[in-house]
């Protein structure tokens, strides 16, 4: 949902713009938070899930010819080649961070200061842990590895990456082999299991013998898991060569600009599979239909129907020749066992009922939590895509359980709480657990309850997490604590562990990173009164907040460095020391290379950006969708000005391409289905000051000067009927006064405009260079020569396998100016069959660089592609940068921060 009402008004209308230059008057009043600014009041953050999972209404128009397991996928073999050859430049890459994630008070909810780091899909807590001594832990960050502390208890753990001997840094799971009383043994899955477009596809099962130092391939688990994601690892606690994996759909080729992921072709079926020796072998013991990839769909159309999210092992109330009972989740179709007699039963069917029509949004999720009488209860939350539901049994291992629904539609009983409790995301995030020996403690979570805190009378503090003590009868809101302003939890929740014996110790994983809780609750019902609230508002502000953390300990994430970037942008007048970068739902990012540190400069989801080149003082940031903001304050978190009213009628990437001009002072551009400009930065400073700040505009007027270049899409059928749809992913332009202007489309056409900067708008023109040679894939990337600006390099996503009879990942183009025809040069070469993700080009050395999957190639004078550098880990890169003068190269990996090459001598 995009459109905008320009007639809305902010509830700050009365505040003086000059509080943005008085840091005084600004100490002065009620701490500013996330929630103040307007972006949060027009736009419900995450309100489109389809469009974070990728699916659009066009794909369903597309053929729908799967491609079988026949075609194999070269794309990991390929990869891992390359970045096993020699480093082509001698320099090293070297990591620019964050290593802290500082996040500062106005843009967290709660206007406290707070520490966050990357998407964290799993997280593992030592048996042997106490809550008054060290605590070794491991967490699974989604796209950044696995990370280790050894007291992860303290107020800020000592954490080390834990990662040495895996060839991926998408991880799905991590624990410890429960047969290892040493507790030197961990298994980790790879790929990312949770629901998005980002989630990265894996490669196999790795376990590690000595607590994490160095890791190695299960080998049988290859053929099984790899190019899916590994969600869940259970080791059987009679037999530790008795393995069973749960695999579930990811992708590969996901960029700056989202629209470009694929499941690799020739991955296996995903499903529950079990290995009896030690993981030579696996067999796929059960599976459920789930989505075929559909190659002429611009995304494959496969979702998560069929995944395994979850595996656990229990032998209570067996004999001890009885084989160990397993129970596991399936999604869109519910919990399973292992039957007595063999084989597999279902004792709990979905809402979704195995529906494609439910593959976007189905989900299961349990927790079991034996009983003192000898009897197994189980938590389960279950969705088809509307409001999730959570139910119990108090006697699983009967024939046919008995289900209790514990959620209750209406206001003010106690089922309220666990009604729809992981709002309009659960696929994505919807954590169930419940504590070893506490039986009658279950937390639930899942995505914020927006609603309830974007409201002038808040009834909760937006229950992302919530406790319950009482057999998940009601809840008590764990987001926020008794801190003044309250510390609160990210709105996007994956994990929970727990300190054993001390239940209260939650650890929680999100998309913010790391947290905890200290283990002390604290009655804050009484703050309800104050809320302006009554009726059954009341009742539940009450029953929840009567016990909510004393204390949530956010620098936790200290020292994990797992942000996902999108990209970086940056001052071509300060290069080495003055970035900015865009974060999956961690805002954008600022960097100052005098001091070495980092803040988030504005919040929400952070996409693409752009610095003025002329005035480097000016910044514009995105949100997801056609959603951005100008700053003419550097990067002051209370100078961003919404520029965005006249974007989002046309269909956009979930992050749109967006371009700062290289030499134009106010012009930047961005991609929709047409090219939009502004050659103003959106608007005067002080108009967008006075009447578009995010927190002090009085919004009475049209915010942004947004207008289309040319009549008509650059996605529709005047420009041909082949490659059509979608919206454009990649805008470029070389840095010289009336340069052509490059613009790409997610299914594959390129066009040039050499009138971008006409005055009027309505009279720039676009040629079309793509050909029908060059595959109908996405475009991730334009590299355009500052000496030559009608010859570009340019990267392609996605496989050849899907496109076979136009295959090529990097192509060289020339231009003819006086035809506009251009010529094509396939450059791919040894690259492989895999996506690149990016490209950029260094002038000085003729060099081509492209970001991959795994890293970041360099093509060599002989024509063939190398590693470009030591250093960088085996990491998604979502993009690069460079600057031509300084010779530095910028990487934004989805998961491990940004990293720097200098790819000359000082």
């Known amino acids: 949902m995009q459109i905008r009402n320009t007639t809305l008004r902010s509830a700050f209308a009365a505040a003086a713009v000059g509080l943005l230059a008085c840091s005084g008057a600004l100490a002065q009043q009620k701490p500013l938070t996330w929630k103040d600014s307007w972006y949060t009041k027009v736009t419900p953050p995450e309100n489109d899930f389809a469009a974070r999972s990728g699916f659009e209404e066009e794909n369903l128009a597309y053929p729908a010819n799967s491609v079988g ?172 060569r008795h393995i069973y994996i749960g695999t579930a759909v990811a992708r590969r080729g996901a960029s700056a600009s989202n629209g470009g992921r694929f499941t690799p072709p020739g991955a296996p079926p995903i499903g529950l599979y079990e290995s009896v020796d030690g993981g030579q072998h696996f067999t796929l013991v059960f599976s459920q239909p789930s989505d075929p990839v559909m190659p002429a769909t611009a995304n494959g159309n ?65 927790a079991l939590a034996p009983l003192p009488n000898g009897k197994l209860r189980i938590y389960v939350g279950d969705t088809d895509g509307g409001p999730a539901l959570l139910y119990r049994t108090d006697d699983a291992n009967v024939a046919s359980p008995g289900w209790m629904l514990l959620s209750n539609p209406a206001k003010g009983t106690p089922g309220y709480a666990s009604f729809n409790y992981c709002g309009g995301q659960c696929s994505y995030d919807m954590p169930v657990a419940s504590p070893e020996g506490s039986p009658d ?26 406790r319950s003590i009482d057999g998940g009868v009601s809840f008590t809101d764990m987001t926020n604590d008794t801190q003044q302003p309250a510390l609160g939890m990210h709105p996007d929740q994956h994990a929970i562990a727990f300190v054993p014996r001390s239940p209260g110790i939650a650890i929680l994983g999100s998309d913010g990173g790391i947290v905890r809780t200290d283990g002390v609750f604290v009655d804050a019902a009484a703050d309800c009164a104050g809320r302006g609230i009554a ?82 003082q000016v910044r514009i940031h995105s949100y997801y969708g056609a959603q951005l903001d100008v700053n003419y304050r550097g ?57 578009c700040n995010e927190f002090f505009g009085d919004f009475t007027v049209q915010c942004g000067d947004w207008e289309p270049l040319g009549a008509v899409t650059l996605t ?135 970001a991959t999957d795994f890293g970041v190639a360099v093509r060599l004078s002989s024509g063939q592609w190398a590693r470009a550098a030591a250093g960088l880990p085996p990491v998604a890169v979502y993009s690069i940068a460079l600057d031509a003068k300084s010779g530095l190269l910028y990487a934004a990996t989805h998961g491990r921060g940004v990293w720097r090459l200098a790819l000359r001598e000082d």
């Open 69 to 240: 397991a026949a075609q194999q996928s070269t794309a990991a073999s390929a990869a891992l080649q390359l970045m096993q050859t020699a480093p082509a430049n001698s320099r090293p890459w070297r990591l620019i961070g964050p290593v802290v994630g500082n996040a500062p008070g106005p843009v967290t909810y709660t206007g406290r200061d707070s520490v966050v780091s990357g998407r964290v899909a799993a997280i593992a807590v030592a048996p042997s842990c106490r809550a008054d001594e060290d605590c070794l832990a491991y967490v699974a960050a989604a796209g950044g590895g696995i990370w280790k502390t050894e007291d992860i208890l303290a107020r800020r753990p000592e954490w080390r990456s834990a990662s040495s001997g895996l060839p991926t840094t998408a991880m799905g799971t991590v624990i410890f082999d429960p047969t290892d009383r040493s507790g030197r043994t961990l298994y980790a899955g790879t790929g990312e299991p949770n629901g998005s477009s980002d989630a990265e596809a894996g490669l196999g099962l790795f376990r590690s013998t000595d607590g994490g130092a160095s890791w190695s391939l299960v080998p049988g688990s290859f053929s099984a898991a790899a190019y899916r994601s590994i969600a869940a690892v259970a080791i059987d606690p009679a037999d530790a």
């Open 302 to 366: 496969d979702f998560f129907r069929g995944g395994v999210t979850k595996i656990a092992a229990t032998r209570l109330g067996l004999k001890p020749s009885d084989p160990t009972r397993i129970y596991f989740s399936v999604m869109d179709y519910g919990l399973y066992r292992s039957a007595a007699g063999g084989g597999y039963e279902q004792v709990f069917a979905s809402a979704g009922g195995g529906l494609v029509a439910n593959s976007i949004g189905s989900r299961t999720e349990f």
């Open 441 to 466: 403690v279950v937390w639930i979570g899942g995505q914020m309850q927006y609603g309830e805190i974007f409201t002038a009378h808040p009834p909760s503090n937006g229950r992302a997490v919530q």
């Open 535 to 616: 009726g059954n508002d009341l009742v539940d502000c009450q029953g929840w907040l009567a016990a909510i953390p004393r204390e949530i300990i956010s620098t936790t994430n200290a020292g994990v460095s797992s942000l996902q970037f999108q990209s970086v942008s940056i001052n071509p007048q300060d290069p080495a020391n003055d970035i900015i970068g865009g974060t999956q739902d961690n805002g954008t990012w600022a960097y100052d290379g005098r001091t070495g540190k980092w803040f988030e400069s504005v919040g929400g989801d952070g996409g693409n950006s752009g610095i003025n080149a002329v005035s480097p």
């Open 635 to 691: 990067t002051d978190p209370l100078g961003w000005n919404w520029v965005s009213d006249p974007l989002g009628y046309e269909a956009a990437s979930f992050y749109v391409p967006v371009l700062s001009d290289p030499v134009l002072d106010g012009t930047i551009f961005v991609g929709q289905q047409r090219v939009w400009r502004t050659q103003d930065n959106g608007g005067s400073q002080a108009y967008l000051e006075q009447h």
């Open 716 to 850: 529709g059928a005047a420009f041909g009927t082949d490659k059509g749809g979608s919206y454009l992913v990649a805008l470029a332009r070389a840095p010289g006064k009336g340069a052509p202007l490059w613009a790409a489309t997610r299914r594959g056409r390129l066009f040039v405009s050499s009138n971008a900067d006409a005055a009027d708008a309505t009279t720039v023109s676009f040629s079309r260079i793509d050909t029908p040679l060059q595959p109908t894939r996405f475009i991730s990337g334009i590299a355009v020569d500052p000496q030559n600006p009608l010859h570009a390099y340019v990267s392609y996503s996605g496989y050849d396998a899907y496109t076979p009879a136009t295959p090529g990942h990097v192509f060289e183009v020339t231009v003819d100016a006086g035809t506009m025809v251009a010529t094509w040069r396939d450059l791919s070469a040894n690259i492989g069959d895999q996506p690149v993700t990016g490209v950029a080009y260094d002038p000085a050395s003729g060099r081509v660089y492209a």
